[in-house]
């Protein structure tokens, strides 16, 4: 497997985890709205993402999956929302805010080195396919990063001092 073929591939899963990851926070965390809505439109980006890089790996000979159907609400949902509301007025539902937090950004950070790895191989290469997908989908990893980073730098200093 050729170097830029392995980077197509730890994109796309990175993509897809983080995507999981985000639908899953927002989840867990649905009493605040603010988490609860933003990872989910986030996690939107990285599904864009991962549809965009399967499609780019077909051009390089890799068969790299879809992006995932929509999960639907399932038997668990009511259950989920019970329990995500029991949670939201605990305290401890802050701790695990902020490393649900801590491990987005580094997932969204990983992504975001690979995202830059791409567009250096593809500036070296003189790939414009490579380099046009990295252009127009990092900015959007370095978004999540944002929010992440800001979350956590807002969130910190009451919860860890309060804890």
Known sequence: MSGIAHILRALHDGE???ERDLLATAERH???HEVHHVAGDLAQWSRHHSARLADTGRHYGLDLDGPKDDPSPGALSALREKAAEA?????E???LLLHDLC???????????????LAQAAKATRDERLLDLATDCHPRTLRQMRWTNTLIKELSPQLLTSA
Not at 87 to 91: A, E, F, K, W, Y
Not at 103 to 117: I, P, Q, T
């Open 87 to 91: 949670l939201g007025r605990r305290p």
């Open 103 to 117: 491990d987005l950004h580094l997932a969204a950070s990983r992504n975001s080195l690979h995202w830059e790895m």
């Open 16 to 18: 897809r985890a983080l």
């Open 93 to 95: 539902a802050g701790l």
């Open 30 to 32: 649905r009493t605040d």
